[in-house]
């Protein structure tokens, strides 16, 4: 049986820039991996140039979703190019839960929260495949 991952990363402030997902997802599959996006289901809510948007969703129900779905995972892809507060909860209940972590990022002096709750730091999506080995 596949071990599933689940990509997390900023959406908020990113809204047209998701492409990072489909490379995160190629990397995936390629190493075998059955792939977790919230962004498939999510994306609709995106599509608008409504600035606060996510005040007229169901808070609870919206992040609900997402939580569950990390309980599916086996490991979680946190990819960080900026901060983002959702990325960073998910990271903190998965961890929680006793998933494995990989974040990506470039950012300098990561914050001892990130650092802790991760299994696995890497600079870069090409760093991803090997640390991907590494954890498995």
Known sequence: MKKKVFIAGPILGME??????????????????????????EKILY?????????????????????????QCDIMVVYLPILSAGACMELFYAKRKGKKIIVVSDI???????????????KSLGQLEDALKEIR
């Not at 990072?20 to 977790?36: C, N, S």
């Not at 600035?51 to 939580?67: G, M, N, S, T």
């Open 16 to 41: 047209k820039h998701q492409e990072y997902r489909l490379k995160i997802t190629d990397i995936l599959v390629r190493a075998g991996f059955e792939v977790i996006d919230p962004w498939n289901r």
């Open 108 to 122: 300098n002096c990561l914050s001892p929260w990130i650092m802790a709750h991760s299994d696995r730091v890497v």
């Open 47 to 71: 599509n608008g140039d409504e600035r606060c948007w996510w005040d007229k969703v169901p808070a609870f129900d919206f992040i609900q979703r997402d939580l569950d779905d990390a309980d």
